[in-house]
């Protein structure tokens, strides 16, 4: 333990498990650590993580304003402020009791004026970081290098049309390896945020996907070298910053790692609110990666449909929480991965408590998530509909065309004399309503 720790939400309790008739702000109304579903403690299935970015280092400002966030923190500065980050992050994590934590390089630790003085930096950050987490129960879920903040990068990194800044970002993620093994990281997660394009006219793309594969070949060789074995995660966002990503969705990504031998090294952490942006629903991303065999971590938040960007907010759609979990939970759960809360207080939420508000109401709503998800794959609720849908395939012609033994010729002869193909309903306002009643049931909750 830190011999001192200056205390930053001395007047917020530590956040309980009170039920769901609780009116106490502080606690949690569906999340109980410790119960069991689905044969797992919520804590084992849920694997929640704090984002370091968002709620440390964000100050809720917008392409249109400045910051409005209230830290009690922000008045220190350079190595000071990230101490007391640090100070504060730990403090946060145990009062919520959240088993992982994420960051990027430079939300723990500010930049230098050369990559060798960043460095120091995030040494000195990170030994203080490691000597917090011995008197802590929180584990490190994953960490990145920001490639995309500093104007530096504003070609990309892996993917850049200087090789002074690949050879830079490939030093960052170097580095990051390093600080994964050191502290102790479940997986290491790759975002390409200015990985892609503005402009094909002035791009040459085969060059820069080759490149991005070898960044990606070197990290995986590297990490070997120094005996590092993180799950390495590629997380797909279509656009923003860059007019195209090259990681543009989960089916984009897989097409990627294929063409370039990287399949059997890397997963996907999913975002919502990247999915959404992608035209996809967050359950399409999680179905895709599933069935795929990539799934492997969730940035849990959502984004607003009538706005246009990524607004990374709180999750609190129980809906959309049911299906999530559904698709986590047919995946024998995230494995080494978790759900991390990439999500950020609204601009008019600038209050310290805030940030427990909004996690307390994220971390409910996928508890809620779990316990129906689990009671409608108990009840075979989804199962039962995809079977008696696609029972036409159990037998006869169908059961020859599921298992490739039939031919044009044969499925030819079959359907030249048929008069009617009988049709059954999809009962889609049905199988809705049913969702509906098992978000809304109270024997279970």
């Known amino acids: 333990m830190a011999e001192t720790r200056t205390t930053y939400f001395s007047n917020i309790p530590e956040i309980a498990y009170e039920g769901p008739q609780s009116s106490n702000p502080y606690a949690f109304k569906y999340y109980n650590p410790e119960e069991k579903v689905g044969g797992k403690t919520m804590e084992e299935q849920l694997r929640f993580s704090v984002a370091y970015w968002h709620t440390l280092t964000q100050d809720a400002s917008d392409p249109f304003g400045a910051g409005t966030?209230?830290?009690?923190?922000?008045?220190?500065?350079?190595?000071?402020?990230?101490?007391?980050?640090?100070?504060?992050?730990?403090?946060?994590?145990?009062?919520?009791?959240?088993?992982?934590?994420?960051?990027?390089?430079?939300?723990?630790?500010?930049?230098?004026?050369?990559?060798?003085?960043?460095?120091?930096?995030?040494?000195?950050?990170?030994?203080?970081?490691?000597?917090?987490m011995k008197s802590s129960d929180t584990k490190l879920l994953w960490n990145t290098a920001n490639m995309f903040t500093h104007p530096r990068f504003v070609s990309g990194a892996g993917t850049s049309s200087n090789a002074d800044v690949f050879a830079h970002a490939a030093a960052k993620v170097k580095k990051g390896l390093e600080t994964g093994k050191e502290l102790g990281a479940e997986n290491y997660v790759f975002w390409g945020g200015r990985e892609g394009y503005e402009s094909l006219l002035n791009t040459d793309m085969k060059l820069e996907l080759d490149n991005l594969a070898s960044f990606y070949h070197m990290a995986i060789d590297y990490s070997k070298e120094i005996g590092f074995n993180p799950q390495f995660l590629i997380e797909p966002k279509p656009k923003e910053p860059t007019t195209h990503q090259y990681d543009f969705d989960v089916a984009t990504a897989t097409s990627f790692l294929y063409q370039y031998g990287l399949q059997d090294h890397f997963k996907f952490n999913i975002e919502a609110n990247h999915a959404t942006l992608a035209g996809h629903t967050f359950e399409h991303e999680l179905r895709t990666a599933r069935i795929s065999g990539m799934l492997g971590s969730v940035d849990a938040n959502?984004?607003?449909?009538?706005?246009?960007?990524?607004?990374?907010?709180?999750?609190?759609?129980?809906?959309?929480?049911?299906?999530?979990?559904?698709?986590?939970?047919?995946?024998?759960?995230?494995?080494?991965?978790?759900?991390?809360?990439?999500?950020?207080?609204?601009?008019?939420?600038?209050?310290?408590?805030?940030?427990?508000?909004?996690?307390?109401?994220?971390?409910?709503?996928?508890?809620?998530?779990?316990?129906?998800?689990?009671?409608?794959?108990?009840?075979?609720?989804?199962?039962?509909?995809?079977d008696k849908r696609y029972e036409t395939f159990n037998d006869g012609i169908g059961k020859k065309i599921r298992e490739g033994t039939t031919s044009f010729a044969e499925l030819e002869a079959y359907a030249l004399d048929q008069k009617q193909i009988d049709h059954a309903s999809g009962h889609l306002e049905r199988i809705k309503a049913g969702i509906n009643q098992y978000i809304l049931s109270v024997n279970f909750l």
């Open 302 to 386: 959502q984004g607003d449909p009538l706005l246009g960007w990524d607004t990374d907010e709180f999750p609190t759609d129980l809906y959309s929480a049911v299906l999530a979990m559904y698709e986590i939970l047919k995946n024998d759960g995230l494995g080494r991965g978790g759900l991390n809360f990439d999500a950020k207080i609204r601009r008019g939420s600038f209050k310290p408590e805030d940030l427990f508000y909004s996690h307390i109401a994220g971390m409910d709503s996928f508890a809620v998530g779990l316990k129906v998800a689990q009671k409608m794959i108990d009840d075979r609720f989804f199962e039962s509909i995809v």
């Open 69 to 132: 966030a209230q830290r009690p923190w922000d008045h220190y500065s350079g190595m000071d402020l990230a101490k007391a980050r640090v100070e504060a992050a730990f403090e946060f994590i145990d009062k919520i009791k959240a088993p992982f934590f994420c960051f990027h390089d430079i939300d723990i630790a500010p930049e230098g004026d050369t990559l060798r003085e960043t460095n120091q930096n995030l040494d000195t950050i990170v030994a203080m970081i490691k000597d917090y």
